[in-house]
T-cell receptor, first 116, second 114 residues
Framework: NAGVTQTPKFQVLKTGQSMTLQCAQD?????MSWYRQDPGMGLRLIHY???????DQGEVPNGYNVSRSTTEDFPLRLLSAAPSQTSVYFC???????????????FGEGSRLTVL | GDSVTQMEGPVTLSEEAFLTINCTYT??????LFWYVQYPGEGLQLLLK?????DKGSNKGFEATYRKETTSFHLEKGSVQVSDSAVYFC?????????????FGKGITLSVRP
């Protein structure tokens, strides 16, 4: 059972480089989202999508882009990496729109990004 | 706005000790409340939930009761095991509309010693 798959698990970038974190889910979930996890800050929502072709900003969207061309995939793009983007990134999906009524989000294992 | 406040950590206990992790919330209306757990090297997973006042969520020996009068959802376990070592997150969904989203607390690290 694959669930939510994130790649890569680890990545080191230099300031100014770009990269894409990949996220794929095989549960036919409409809702997908990206969070970053930082010490003492908990989880903060970056971007989310309620279906193919629809994306919206979360709490901390600056410096990140997303797109949703299929139900399965929701990549997160860093256009010009900065040290402040050093973090652990989690992709999550849900059966209910916006993780709403059931409240249950299914998380990937995370991608640890270091920006030097 | 909606928020979740968790007690400061980390917490270190001996095996078989009693566990309480405090969580209080601020929300308008009638939110749903959740506890998520993150084991080392893994993503978060739902531990338990409660959707209305006085509901008790339970799973894997953990329990939490939705207390509207004290706006709390404290997590308890009678006898912790080493395998319970993890980060625990309290979360709420305000259920204010189709796009209402989960708000997480900062998380607390639990370490259980043999």
């Amino acid at each position: 059972n694959a669930g939510v798959t994130q790649t890569p698990k680890f990545q080191v970038l230099k300031t100014g480089q770009s990269m894409t974190l990949q996220c794929a889910q095989d549960m036919n979930h409409e809702y997908m989202s990206w969070y970053r996890q930082d010490p003492g800050m908990g989880l903060r929502l970056i971007h989310y999508s309620v279906g193919a072709g629809i994306t919206d900003q979360g709490e901390v969207p600056n410096g990140y882009n997303v797109s949703r061309s299929t139900t399965e995939d929701f990549p997160l793009r860093l256009l010009s990496a900065a040290p402040s983007q050093t973090s652990v990134y989690f992709c999550a999906s849900s059966y209910d729109l916006a993780g709403g009524r059931s409240g249950e989000l299914f998380f990937g294992e995370g991608s640890r990004l270091t920006v030097l | 706005g909606d928020s979740v406040t968790q007690m400061e950590g980390p917490v270190t206990l001996s095996e078989e000790a009693f566990l309480t992790i405090n969580c209080t919330y601020t929300a308008t209306g009638y939110p749903s409340l959740f506890w998520y757990v993150q084991y080392p090297g893994e993503g978060l997973q739902l531990l338990l939930k409660a959707t209305k006042a006085d509901d008790k969520g339970s799973n894997k020996g953990f329990e939490a009761t939705y207390r509207k009068e004290t706006t709390s959802f404290h997590l308890e376990k009678g006898s912790v095991q080493v395998s319970d070592s993890a980060v625990y997150f309290c979360a709420l969904n305000p259920r204010t509309g189709a796009n209402s989203k989960l708000t997480f607390g900062k998380g607390i690290t639990l370490s259980v010693r043999p």
